[in-house]
């Protein structure tokens, strides 16, 4: 007789040490439940504007449906090249130095992998989304997090890199606007930073999915900055600003040699991103400005709502001046942020996630999508007054 087999014998070291994500936890509590606002999810509640929707419709019927080049569709990638030149005056050659990836997601996995051996560090800057430190340890590198504090609006300084750094430090991740906080970073800030990559002879991954969503100020380009084109891995997409998460959309634009690599890895796993998306995102480039000016302005419309009406709680809200995040302290409530946000979910059908879970020093804050309607907001609103005024 043969003996029995236990599959988790076969699991890699690697993946044991990856937990699974605490976002999940709150979404299997909610689900099922009737009457329940979501503050949760990090998903525009737009679907895809028409004319991007109706691009990809032609193309089927023209029977595109082939595989494209590796790289994606030159077309594409010349798209994207004009786009950055016309927003941050940096060029990338659309031939060698641009990746159409299945997400950031995708670009992100590539970009680690591209660049890090077994134990090499990658700098982690946290409160952050919730792929980057299993992406590393993915990759057999060392995850090394450090933490923006809220005193510091969520800003990471020079100095906080600096002291992260050692021998076998190879990148620095950063994310801005930031996923949960909302949080943005100025261009001297991005300066002192720059000196410090360059005197430490590393190199940093920006993603800069939220790009677009800036409500107040300019957003810096990390690799626009004097110096930092060729130490930059830039990963930026579709799924937030043109509301098309579903199409998994994104490109990575990097040094030639970096590309390549990024390229060879995305060759083998993934062939190339789906044909129908790439023809959607050349349609959003070309024409999708309005539409895009049209949601920002109403995510906009709602963060004042969430920030002013989480404050006048009493849960004091820093301005986020991108993304579609806020993140209020919920430190004078005397919770942790899972107890809050468990006992909000429980006991007023609100879903929110604590802030924790994306790093230590989120621990006493909330993390609030406000990727709802206004109506939704409001109650969501109502209802936290409510449960906090039961404390
Ligand atoms: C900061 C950040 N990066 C990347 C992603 C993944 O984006 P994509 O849909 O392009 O894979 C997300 C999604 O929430 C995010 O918040």
């Known amino acids: 007789m043969r003996t029995q087999c236990n599959p988790s014998r076969f699991i890699s070291n690697s993946m044991q040490k990856v937990p699974p994500s605490g976002i999940r936890k709150f979404f299997d509590m909610a689900s099922g439940s009737e009457d329940v606002i ?113 005193e510091n609006d969520f800003k990471i300084t020079a100095a906080e890199i600096e002291a992260a750094i050692t021998n076998k430090t190879k990148a620095v991740i950063i994310n801005y606007p930031n996923n949960p906080t909302g949080a943005t ?5 991005l300066e002192a930073i720059a000196d410090v990559i360059v005197e430490h002879d590393i190199m940093m991954i920006s993603d800069d999915v939220y790009e677009r969503l800036t409500y107040e100020g300019t957003h810096t380009c990390f690799s626009a900055l004097e110096g930092m084109r060729d130490r930059t891995i830039m990963l930026n997409g579709f799924s937030k600003a043109y509301s098309m998460t579903g199409f998994r959309m994104a ?26 998306a790439q023809v959607g995102a050349i349609e959003a480039l070309r024409n999708g400005e309005e539409e895009v000016g049209k949601m920002v302005r109403e995510y906009d419309r709602r963060r004042k709502l969430i920030v002013g009406g989480l404050n006048d709680l009493g849960l004091d809200c820093f301005n986020p001046r991108g993304a579609f995040y806020a993140f209020p302290s919920i430190k004078s409530t005397g919770l942790t942020s899972d107890e ?5 979910l429980h006991e007023q059908n609100v879903v929110t996630i604590p802030g924790d879970i994306f790093g230590d020093t989120g621990a006493g804050y909330l993390r609030c999508a406000y990727a709802a309607s206004r109506e939704d907001i409001k109650e969501a609103l109502d209802r936290i007054g409510t449960f906090v005024d039961g404390l």
């Open 185 to 189: 970073i100025g261009k001297d800030e």
């Open 251 to 276: 490109y990575a634009m990097a040094a030639p040699e970096i590309i390549n690599s990024m390229m060879l890895i995305h060759q083998y796993s993934m062939l190339c991103a789906p044909i129908t």
């Open 38 to 150: 979501s503050l949760g999810v990090g998903e525009p509640d737009y679907v895809t504007p028409w004319h991007i929707r109706e691009a990809c419709i032609h193309s089927i019927e023209h029977g595109e449906t082939s595989y494209t080049s590796n790289y994606g569709l030159m077309e594409l990638r010349e798209e994207i090249s004009r786009s950055y030149v016309k927003r941050h005056g940096v060029y990338y050659d659309p031939e060698e130095e641009i990746l159409v990836t299945t997400g950031v997601s995708e670009a992100l996995d590539l970009a680690i992998r591209a660049i890090t051996n077994p134990g090499d560090e990658i700098i982690v800057v946290q409160p952050s989304y919730v792929a980057y430190v299993p992406s590393v340890i993915f990759a057999g590198g060392v995850p090394v997090t450090i933490g923006a504090r809220g």
């Open 340 to 344: 809050f946000a468990e006992r909000l």
